[in-house]
């Protein structure tokens, strides 16, 4: 199994990664290296196996509907890169783009 | 020419409903609506790094509710899993969400039609997620302000079929779930306010094609009517498309409400992979029988149950009953009115006339109105004993509604009782047959229309405030002397 | 003897005793930290002034009679854990600026047991490596020998405990974190099962793996530590609510007529012969000590490595996506647009292996990879838990090397993914099963420590940490120091 170069762009888009073209050859080829790692689950036989997406086999626990927490926008707002008027700060994002 | 007959529409709705908890679906933060920016947002809101979800449990009484009323099945277990997309309103840069097993599967709802038949229309799913925050575009220069407060504010996600074939169903549809989601008060359903939201995917075919169209997702349709609209908008532009040799692309489009058109959202092609997961740090739910059932018991009744029982204890007709029972308030204002008036068919209509034309008017919700219940049923008491006329009464409802001044102590205070005193009735009578020697001559050489031109004198003289009944009675013995 | 050489049991009952104070307890630590740390750099951040006013405090108490469960102890706290206003890192540039706002569940419930913290420990950046070479604050240098690694992600942790500049330290095991750099500096670590330690406020890597644990000298400073660390959190929905047993206790429980298991395909695995000599030998001790030994089956070992470097990293591309530059830690400068903010941020504030693994657990999630790696590693996830309960029929515990290897040269493998990964053969089956497993020396070659892993069933670390006790009366491996 190995990756093409598309679809290396196209994960490192998903994950917002950059990755820079110096670095794309020997980034693409430990990637694979680690995908090749992966073929010996092909040799496993897992038919009727149930996945396994968790170590407990438990039933998740609920809380009551009550408000516990108070305003702490201000420590919360700390370490912040930048804020105004309580709000976080971003280049503007444009509506109907995702 | 175009010639729109040849198509039909398969429309399906997904419509996100803000659950009303007091608290968050995974957090122990207000859910209120309208505070300062951030101050509402918690560590795990904002996706402090090791911070950890706890599942607020109200979230699950409240879908096992709606599952209930949509005839559903409720999943159990039912699990929770992470859809992974980067915007700056979704702090974690995923969204638990629920994917395998939704809390509710396979259920169904009827429909009411223009022509008053009804439709079945099935309901895939609904399932549990969180909302987003919100971006604010103002104010500041090149920038946008992140407010996360409601991040996190538990949502269901009900997922009808694509068996809506209208604009029409669609807002029939969408009407019901707002009346059922109102009903079972587990939320406000306030469009205007975003605490119910509709996408609509929309394909059309030709007449007698069993194969689906490529279908567009219109995006945050906030209102019953705009969902009509930009449905209508969508179905025409795909029409227009396909007749002109175009082919419809699958994309997501934006309703422009002032403009009355829908357009493509800008995506990259594989930007859309959301690679949903189970979400490690929750395990599965399981709903066990004594749990659905204590939720069984808090089940009011649900809109098509009223309906029903108006039409069987208030023997309303089916129409009245249907636009009574669609909103739970109303119904209830009716059914309190009832308690203080006898007739529920003079009530029905004062509260579907001058009542909700008041309302409509001060745009004010039912809880909001000026005049309660008591005083609306003390009113229309009034008319059937005879206190007040009908005409009478909608001055005293407008008085009311001014003043927030009982029934009783306006009629009192303005001498509005109606003259139920025979001799003084007949006094008037003689006044206006005195005053009026014309008139009688010509009415007794047999011009038998000037009966009216005497009533409404004798009317006026009361100004208004006689009985009708008894001014006929007496009139036409006088005359006939 | 001086009081930094004393185990955190000693120095428990010279505090009670009155034999000293917490306060030059700790200043010893604190002086030895500025003197020795310079060239190991297991500290990311030295909290003195804290450290003090807890000591202090734990003094008054002491005079007072007022004592707590481990009052006075000064600790190190892996930099995963989340401690309220002082900085937090996870080792990671993304967070090098990041005071949090709130307290890990671990460190709230042993500050409110009287530790004192000494500081926060380096690792590897957020916990993914194996050499401690990954930390955005340097490599961590093995004690034992400075041109060594320590082992990761706990190397910090570990480096500090072996060079006693704490009496203990916090750590987290997600395929070995913690036991593989016990096994590399001498120390006894052990990583309970999944659930016993909360992990509100312990920085995520991979969800349904990642366990909090302790980095100790000895089987009964583990005890203590982790009697106070564990328990149930509402805050953690993945807790267990299950009493946790006094392990300070059950390390005294008889362990005549232990069954052993040993899984002949791990010992089938390539290591070298001094691996195996130390094994042979610690195997010797427990047939000394009353234990019954049985070669068992572990068929799908070979599984354990594919299958978590597809779960470990599928989650951790989703829980490192909240590094985004927007409410907290690093941003770019000057981002241009909205997708500049996030691809700056995230490329220039995360380190060259977080960034593998991401890709990789981003590839192992998107469409058409799914069912081949992310599902089908789940189905063998269940194979080689399956193997366990099998195991767990006929043994009360599974005993292997910790590691292949000593520790190694720092560099020698840090251009070698594989080779790294390979570090956690033998640990990361515990974790894909949420086994409890604990590392304690046994050995040593070329002056480097070696450490014997045992692998237990749910909720035994008690009988773990009984086992390696015991084990620890009857040899010396555990006393050994390194020379500073």
């Not at chain 2, 429309?11 to 609506?33: P, Y």
């Not at chain 2, 939704?102 to 997620?129: C, F, M, Q």
């Not at chain 2, 047959?433 to 009533?455: A, C, H, M, T, W």
């Not at chain 3, 068992?296 to 299958?307: Q, T």
């Amino acid at each position: 199994m190995s990756l093409s170069d598309k679809e290396l762009k196209e994960i490192a888009y998903l994950a917002r990664i950059n990755i820079d073209e110096n670095s794309f050859p020997s980034l693409k080829g430990e990637l694979d290296e680690i995908l090749g790692l992966f073929e010996k689950l092909n040799s496993a036989n897992t038919d009727g196996v149930e996945a396994m997406s968790h170590p407990l086999n438990l039933s998740q626990p609920t809380r009551k509907d009550e408000v516990t927490e108070i305003n702490q926008r201000e420590k919360m707002q700390e370490s912040a890169p930048l804020v105004q008027s309580g709000l976080f700060l971003v280049p503007k994002v444009i509506e109907g783009e995702n | 020419m175009i010639n729109k007959n040849q198509w039909e529409a398969v429309i399906g709705l997904e419509i996100h409903v803000q659950l009303s908890t007091n608290s968050k679906l995974f957090s122990g933060a207000s859910t209120n609506f309208g505070a300062s920016p951030n101050t509402q947002a918690c560590n795990i809101d904002l996706a402090m790094p090791g911070v950890l979800p706890v599942l607020n449990e109200e979230v699950l009484r409240m879908a096992i509710k709606l599952g209930i009323a949509l005839n559903a099945e409720i999943n159990s277990p039912t699990s929770f899993a992470r859809k992974n997309y980067f915007y700056p309103d979704s702090p974690k840069g995923y969204q638990i969400s629920q994917m395998d097993k939704p809390i509710v599967e396979n259920g169904h709802l009827d429909i009411e039609l223009e022509d008053g038949s009804t439709k079945r229309i099935g309901v895939t799913r609904a399932h549990l997620e969180e909302d987003a925050g919100k971006s604010l575009h103002e104010d500041f220069e090149g920038q946008s302000g992140i407010d996360l407060n409601r991040a996190g504010t538990p949502l269901i996600e009900i997922v009808s079929e694509p068996e809506i074939s209208s604009p029409e169903e669609a807002v029939s549809y969408l009407k019901s779930i707002h009346s059922i989601i109102r009903y079972l008060n587990i939320s406000d359903g306030n469009m205007a306010e975003g605490s119910m939201r509709c996408d609509a995917n929309v394909s059309v075919r030709k007449v007698g094609e069993t194969e689906l169209g490529t279908r567009t997702e219109t995006k945050n349709v906030n209102s019953f009517r705009f969902v009509e609209k930009a449905i209508h908008y969508e179905i025409n532009r795909q029409i227009n498309e396909i007749e002109s040799g175009n082919t419809i692309a699958q994309e997501t489009r934006l309703y422009d409400s002032q403009k009355n058109t829908t357009r493509p959202m800008r995506s990259k092609e594989f930007a859309n992979d959301y690679r949903y997961f189970p979400e490690p740090d929750l395990l599965p739910v399981i709903l066990d029988e004594e749990f659905i059932n204590s939720v069984k018991e808090t089940m009011p009744e649900l809109p098509n149950e009223k309906k029903i029982r108006l039409m069987e204890v208030y023997k309303l007709s089916e129409y009245d009953s249907s636009l009574l029972a669609a909103d739970k308030d109303l119904a209830n204002f009716f059914e309190e009115v009832t308690k203080e008036s006898n007739s529920p068919k003079l009530s029905a209509n004062w509260i579907m006339g001058e009542f909700l034309a008041e309302l409509n008017k001060e745009n004010l919700s039912i809880v909001e109105s000026k005049v309660s219940a008591k005083q609306l049923g003390v009113l229309i008491r009034r008319i059937e004993d005879s206190t007040i006329s009908g005409k009478i009464a909608k001055e005293v409802f407008e008085k009311m509604w001014a003043s927030s001044k009982d029934t009783d102590d306006i009629i009192s205070e303005q001498g509005l009782q109606q003259v139920t005193d025979l001799s003084e009735i007949e006094k008037m009578v003689e006044e206006v047959i005195n005053k009026n020697p014309d008139q009688l001559e010509k009415y007794l050489s047999g011009k038998d229309r000037l009966f009216g031109f005497f009533v409404g004198q004798v009317m006026k003289a009361s100004q208004g405030k006689a009985n009708p009944k008894q001014v006929n009675d007496i009139l036409k013995s006088k005359l006939e002397k | 003897m001086e009081l930094h050489e004393l185990t955190l049991k000693q120095q428990l009952d010279g505090l009670r005793e009155s034999s000293f104070s917490s306060v030059e307890l700790t200043q010893e630590y604190l002086k030895r930290i500025k003197s020795k740390d310079p060239s190991i750099n297991s500290f990311i951040t030295v909290t003195e002034e804290l450290a003090l006013k807890q000591a202090n405090e734990a003094d008054d108490r002491y005079s007072k009679g007022k004592a707590l469960t481990l009052d006075g102890i000064p600790i190190a706290h892996k930099d995963i854990f989340c401690t309220e206003d002082v900085l937090t890192t996870c080792g990671s540039k993304m967070l090098s600026n990041f005071k949090a706002p709130y307290s890990s569940t671990v460190v709230s419930k042993l500050f409110d047991q009287g530790v004192v913290m000494l500081g926060k420990t380096n690792m590897d950046e957020f916990a993914m490596g194996s050499s401690n070479e990954t930390s955005f604050f340097g490599e961590v240098k093995n004690p034992w020998d400075l041109n060594y690694v320590p082992g990761g992600s706990s190397g910090g942790s570990a480096a500090c405990v072996a060079a006693r500049l704490a009496s203990a330290a916090t750590a987290t095991d997600t395929g070995g974190s913690i036991r593989q750099p016990a096994a590399l500096c001498g120390l006894t670590g052990i990583k309970p099962t999944y659930g016993r330690v909360s992990r509100y406020g312990m920085i995520a890597f991979a969800s349904s793996l990642d366990q909090g644990g302790v980095l100790a000298r000895t089987a009964e400073d583990a005890a203590l530590l982790l009697s106070d660390m564990s328990g149930h959190d509402p805050k953690d929905s993945t807790s267990l609510n299950i009493e946790v047993p006094d392990y300070p206790k059950e390390i005294n429980n008889d362990i005549s007529g232990l069954k052993i298991g040993l899984p002949k395909e791990f010992f089938e695995q390539e290591m070298p012969d001094y691996v195996r000599k130390s094994t042979e030998e610690a195997i010797e001790v427990y047939k000394d000590l009353g234990a019954t030994i049985e070669e068992i089956s572990f068929p799908n070992i070979d599984l354990s490595l594919p299958v978590y470097y597809v779960l470990a990293p599928a989650e951790c591309s989703a829980n490192l996506s909240r590094y985004d530059g927007v409410r907290y830690g690093f941003r770019c400068e000057e981002p241009k647009s909205l997708e500049d903010l996030y691809m700056r941020t995230r490329s220039e504030g995360f380190g060259s292996e977080v960034k593998r693994r991401i890709l990789i657990g981003t590839y192992a999630l998107s469409a058409g990879y799914y069912d081949a790696y992310y599902l089908k590693a789940q189905k063998c996830r269940r194979l080689i838990a399956n193997d366990f309960t099998e195991a767990f029929k006929s043994v009360d515990m599974i005993l292997s090397p910790t590691t292949p290897g000593t520790s190694f040269k720092t560099g020698e493998k840090k251009n070698d993914p594989i080779d790294m990964y390979l570090q956690d053969i033998f640990t990361i089956p515990a974790n894909l099963a949420g086994l409890p497993g604990i590392s304690f020396p046994c050995g040593s070659y070329n002056g480097l420590p070696l450490g014997l892993q045992l692998v237990g069933n749910s909720l035994e670390e008690g009988k773990l940490l009984s086992a390696a006790h015991h084990f620890q009366k009857v040899t010396n491996w555990h006393k050994e120091s390194p020379e500073l």
